[in-house]
């Protein structure tokens, strides 16, 4: 004998209720008919099982259609509420469980998940929350892949991590921890010279003994407030490391495309220079009240992105001295970078420029670039380094 359906309080299976709640409220706008849809979801106890499967079916499919954990959670957050994200994250923490191994960036997605349990009040709020959070999730468009989808064939993993960036990681923690500039200075300076050179050694290696890799790609947040500044920052970094960035601004990412020893590199020296310009901005602030001149949105719009296009060219200016000390490796260097854009263009076929939207602050600009000149990337700070941008 098959197995028997769960019988609801209407009369019908649980899976009848569901399709009957989605068909009513969940492929609409009505506010109306998600109440009602919600409503026959509260009435019906034996759905709930159903209801959260079907939720994870959801979240499946995003991961076939290019989505990642924390794109997902990242877009919760932003068009929908912390009970959205919560439920969220227990539904992502629930499908992903059921795998022997998933990608290896997924692991640390998943530990930032917050999976704390709903605290609705009612049922009723709890269909609510559930049926708003799975019309954005049957609504998302697909993605450019970056990686494998939990399922799919992976590599062997990898025991730790490279020394190098075990190093990397050191040094720019303590340059976020450090209370002086000339120390964070050193400090990240040293690390920047680290990664430049690794990469010079991994593209010395792959000459020498081709090992058939191809460039990858990576997501990175790009957070409000001041994403433009934000993203414009990491498009340096990128650059600057072999690799190149593409901004997808209205799900706040972008995409970072290059050889693997140079992605997280990238991620990492991002991340600790806005760690860093952040704090820069914060000092700034407090001078200038100090002075008696308010804090403004113009202000810090004009801080960060002075930092992040001064930052730009101080960057490149220490790639190009780093790989002038191995000119025999520039044709490797230009072969894995012709392969880096190759693969850029294949990913995004039709990506365009964009112009700068910010109110201009002179006092801003001018302790923007002076934060960026403090934040230690090597020797060289005339002006023949700045370059257009």
Not at 140 to 149: D, I, Y
Not at 323 to 328: H, I, L, N, R
């Amino acid at each position: 004998m098959g197995r028997e359906a769960a019988v609801s309080a209407t009369g019908g299976s649980a899976g009848t209720t569901v399709e009957r709640a989605f068909e009513t409220g969940l492929y609409t706008d009505d506010d109306t008919a998600l109440d009602t849809a919600a409503s026959l979801l509260a009435a019906d106890r034996s759905a709930d099982a159903e209801l959260a499967r079907r939720g994870e079916e959801f979240v499946r499919r995003a991961w076939e259609r290019g989505w990642q954990p924390a794109d997902l959670v990242r877009l919760v957050g932003r068009d929908l509420a912390d009970e959205h994200v919560r439920l969220a994250g227990s539904l992502i923490a629930a499908e992903t469980s059921g795998y022997d191994r998933l990608p290896h960036r997924w692991p640390a997605q998943l530990a930032e998940l917050d999976t704390t349990p709903t605290r609705s009040t009612d049922r009723f709020s709890s269909a609510t929350t559930a049926l708003e959070l799975y019309r954005l999730l049957v609504r998302l468009p697909s993605l450019e892949p970056v990686g494998p989808v939990p399922g799919d064939a992976l590599p062997a993993p990898v025991a730790g991590e490279p020394r190098m960036l075990t190093r990397v990681r050191a040094l720019l923690a303590k340059a976020e921890a450090t209370g002086y500039p000339e120390e964070a200075e050193a400090l990240t300076a040293k690390a920047q010279e680290l990664m430049a050179r690794h990469s010079l050694d991994e593209a010395a290696l792959e000459s020498r003994t081709p090992s058939g890799d191809a460039p990858g790609a990576i997501r990175i947040g790009v957070e409000p407030p001041y994403e433009q500044a934000k993203a414009i920052l990491l498009d340096a970094v990128a650059t600057a490391n072999h690799c190149r960035a593409v901004w997808n601004e209205p799900y706040g990412f972008s995409t970072v495309v290059g050889f693997e020893v140079d992605l997280e590199p990238v991620e990492l020296l991002y991340t600790s220079l806005l760690v860093q310009g952040t704090a820069a901005m914060t000092r700034a602030e407090a001078e200038q009240r100090a002075g008696g001149r308010k804090r403004t949105k113009s202000f810090r719009q004009s801080f960060l992105l002075a930092y992040a296009n001064r930052l730009g060219a101080r960057l490149a200016a220490t790639s190009r001295r780093v790989t002038a000390e191995e000119p025999t490796l520039l044709p490797a260097l230009r072969s894995r970078e012709a392969a880096v854009t190759s693969r850029t263009d294949d990913l995004f076929p039709h990506t365009r420029t964009t112009r700068v939207r910010a109110m201009w602050d002179e006092a801003g600009w001018t302790h923007g670039t002076t934060a960026a000149n403090a934040a230690g990337l090597g020797r060289g700070r005339g002006r023949g380094e700045v370059e257009g941008r």
